[in-house]
């Protein structure tokens, strides 16, 4: 039963490979970035940056009930840790030089939205639970390096939009992907996630909040 589920899954990913790899080796690359220049060791780098790349996807399989791509694909482990390794020895270069590190993330977010959308897509579920594993692909692997260093998740951060734009980007894919236009929603949700994400720290746009209470007034 098992098996001929993890077949079928895997038939019905039609996104190309090419696609995914790139996807999570520049999220690997940010991830190996972030695990250097928060102190980690060189193996703590590629520890945590493989997390960053690679933990969304795995995530993602396992609540779909098939074979993670990263243990079934045996040419994406070695991809991503070579991706992971260079993020990790162009960190400081990076910090000292100001590169677009945000491009680079939004890039590697909008991607993971879409490949987690795609195939999720293709199992039959409701929209709602598209949005769900293209949100989870893309945010997970970084909250569980969140975790393992010790620093608070991103996506529960005040700030510029992150868990806002990966819902946007979502949301986008199953509106396009639902009036039969499957090419439109793969750029359509790239580019969501990446212009919401590059606007609203650009504009210092705040993500949605409830409004606080008074502490003083239990």
Known sequence: MILVMITSAESAHIM?????VSAMCISGFFG???AAKRGAPILGVLIGGLIFGLGGGVV???MLNVMPAAIANWYLLPAVGLAVLLGGACSRFISQTGLPILWIQALALGMLVLIGCDKAS????S???VVAMGVITAMAGGSILDVLSGTRAALLNQGAWHLTSL???AVCFVILEHFNLPALAGIGTVITVVASRLISAHLGWQCPEFPKGNSENP
């Open 16 to 20: 190309p490979i090419w696609l995914e």
């Open 32 to 34: 190996g970035e972030v």
């Open 60 to 62: 993602r399989d396992l």
């Open 122 to 125: 293709h199992f039959g579920i």
């Open 127 to 129: 929209v709602y639970a």
């Open 167 to 169: 819902v946007a980007g």
